[in-house]
């Protein structure tokens, strides 16, 4: 449950060391991912059997309450503040220079220029998705650019704000490796002049910033030389819970993406350590879970000093290297949809 602010005894406060944290209180629009993340967090608490206390402190939107309780957390002698969730409390943080104690945040601020160096901030980035497989793709499955100058990269996207962010995301990391994508916008009513787009015998690769559902409809627009490649708004579900999942996976034979091991790899000895969330989640909450384990895992051995360090997590191998970088990286795990299912494809990098 949430504690006052102030309410840690003498006694707990020597002895124990001590997490806060910091959750949007019920009342904001962010209660519902706050609550999937609390109970992750206190999921890896209790698997890890350590003897740490956890404070949850509820926020609204404002400021001042932000700021009040981390000048309670240094009060206090909070071994570690976690959070918040919302990126623009985040920014607040780092342009406010307020964090005077280690802190893990939610989520990635506008800029990371000024942020302290005892704050850290993780995040499931679907830019950074993208940005990761245009990399894993370049590398490893798309060959050698000679010297034809006709396209042969094509980034599909539509007018939605996450599909525009991923596809910039696509752009800017296609354009630091030398390739000139050409950018393709869809909708069901322009599938014509998309698949004139796409008809070009040296198209080698295609990266999708749509959501499984957009993608199984335009799929057959793409030609058949063509390797597909997507971030994690491709997962179709977990058939089991999802109606249309079994469709979906079939539509989207051979297309590669990435996502979280928690989603992807849920017999892996890493993931069975922590237990399902209590009630069934829809995908975007259990991904919170999800975060909520790694959030909880990074902050104890931050809290402990260390500022460069890798961890295998449910949301992908983590990194950290404060010298170099505010932002844990995150590599998700890269698979395929094969006959229907999930297939995970190991690669060296």
Same mark, same amino acid.
Request: contains cysteine; hydrophobic residues 50%; charged residues 20%.
């Given at each position: 449950?949430?504690?006052?602010?102030?309410?840690?005894?003498?006694?707990? &406060? $020597?002895?124990? =060391?001590?997490?806060? @944290?910091?959750? #949007?209180?019920?009342?904001? /629009?962010?209660?519902?991912?706050?609550? +999937?993340?609390?109970?992750?967090?206190?999921?890896?608490?209790?698997?890890?059997?350590?003897?740490?206390?956890?404070?949850?402190?509820?926020?609204?939107?404002?400021?001042?309450?932000?700021?009040?309780?981390?000048?309670?957390?240094?009060?206090?002698?909070?071994?570690?503040?976690?959070?918040?969730?919302?990126?623009?409390?985040?920014?607040?943080?780092?342009?406010?220079? &307020? $964090?005077?104690? =280690?802190?893990?945040? @939610?989520?990635? #601020?506008?800029?990371?220029? /000024?942020?302290?160096?005892?704050?850290? +901030?993780?995040?499931?980035?679907?830019?950074?998705?993208?940005?990761?497989?245009?990399?894993?793709?370049?590398?490893?499955?798309?060959?050698?650019?000679?010297?034809?100058?006709?396209?042969?990269?094509?980034?599909?996207?539509?007018?939605?704000?996450?599909?525009?962010?991923?596809?910039?995301?696509?752009?800017?990391?296609?354009?630091?490796?030398?390739?000139?994508?050409?950018?393709?916008?869809?909708?069901?009513?322009?599938?014509?002049?998309?698949?004139?787009?796409? /008809?070009?015998?040296?198209?080698?690769?295609v990266f999708l910033a749509l959501t499984a559902r957009d993608a199984a409809q335009m799929r057959a627009l793409i030609p058949?030389?063509?390797?597909?490649?997507?971030?994690?708004?491709?997962?179709?579900?977990?058939?089991?819970?999802?109606?249309?999942?079994?469709?979906?996976?079939?539509?989207?034979?051979?297309?590669?993406?990435?996502?979280?091991?928690?989603?992807?790899?849920?017999?892996?000895?890493?993931?069975?350590?922590?237990?399902?969330?209590?009630?069934?989640?829809?995908?975007?909450?259990?991904?919170?879970?999800?975060?909520?384990?790694?959030?909880?895992?990074?902050?104890?051995?931050?809290?402990?000093?260390?500022?460069?360090?890798?961890?295998?997590?449910?949301?992908?191998?983590?990194?950290?290297?404060?010298?170099?970088?505010?932002?844990?990286?995150?590599?998700?795990?890269?698979?395929?949809?094969?006959?229907?299912?999930?297939?995970?494809?190991?690669?060296?990098?």
């Amino acid at each position: 449950m949430p504690t006052a602010l102030g309410a840690t005894a003498p006694a707990e &406060r $020597a002895v124990r =060391p001590t997490v806060m @944290l910091l959750l #949007p209180a019920q009342s904001t /629009a962010f209660a519902l991912p706050a609550e +999937a993340l609390r109970e992750g967090f206190f999921a890896a608490h209790k698997a890890s059997g350590d003897d740490i206390a956890i404070q949850v402190v509820e926020l609204d939107d404002s400021a001042d309450q932000l700021g009040v309780a981390l000048a309670s957390a240094r009060d206090r002698g909070v071994g570690i503040v976690v959070g918040p969730l919302p990126r623009a409390a985040v920014t607040d943080i780092v342009e406010g220079q &307020r $964090a005077g104690l =280690p802190l893990l945040a @939610l989520n990635f #601020p506008e800029s990371d220029g /000024a942020a302290p160096a005892t704050m850290c +901030a993780m995040a499931l980035s679907v830019e950074a998705e993208a940005q990761r497989i245009a990399r894993l793709a370049l590398s490893e499955f798309v060959g050698v650019r000679t010297a034809d100058t006709r396209p042969r990269i094509a980034v599909v996207t539509r007018t939605g704000g996450i599909e525009r962010r991923i596809a910039q995301a696509y752009v800017s990391a296609l354009r630091s490796q030398g390739e000139v994508p050409q950018l393709v916008e869809w909708t069901p009513a322009t599938a014509g002049k998309v698949a004139a787009q796409l /008809a070009t015998p040296t198209l080698e690769a295609v990266f999708l910033a749509l959501t499984a559902r957009d993608a199984a409809q335009m799929r057959a627009l793409i030609p058949r030389q063509a390797q597909i490649f997507g971030t994690s708004l491709l997962y179709v579900g977990d058939p089991r819970t999802s109606p249309d999942a079994a469709t979906l996976a079939h539509d989207l034979e051979g297309v590669r993406f990435v996502d979280m091991p928690w989603l992807l790899e849920p017999d892996h000895a890493g993931v069975m350590v922590y237990p399902a969330p209590a009630n069934a989640l829809p995908t975007e909450l259990v991904r919170l879970y999800a975060l909520g384990i790694d959030a909880y895992r990074l902050a104890t051995i931050w809290m402990k000093g260390e500022r460069r360090f890798d961890l295998d997590g449910v949301t992908g191998r983590l990194h950290v290297d404060r010298a170099k970088s505010l932002r844990v990286e995150r590599r998700p795990v890269l698979a395929i949809y094969r006959g229907g299912a999930v297939q995970r494809i190991d690669v060296a990098r």
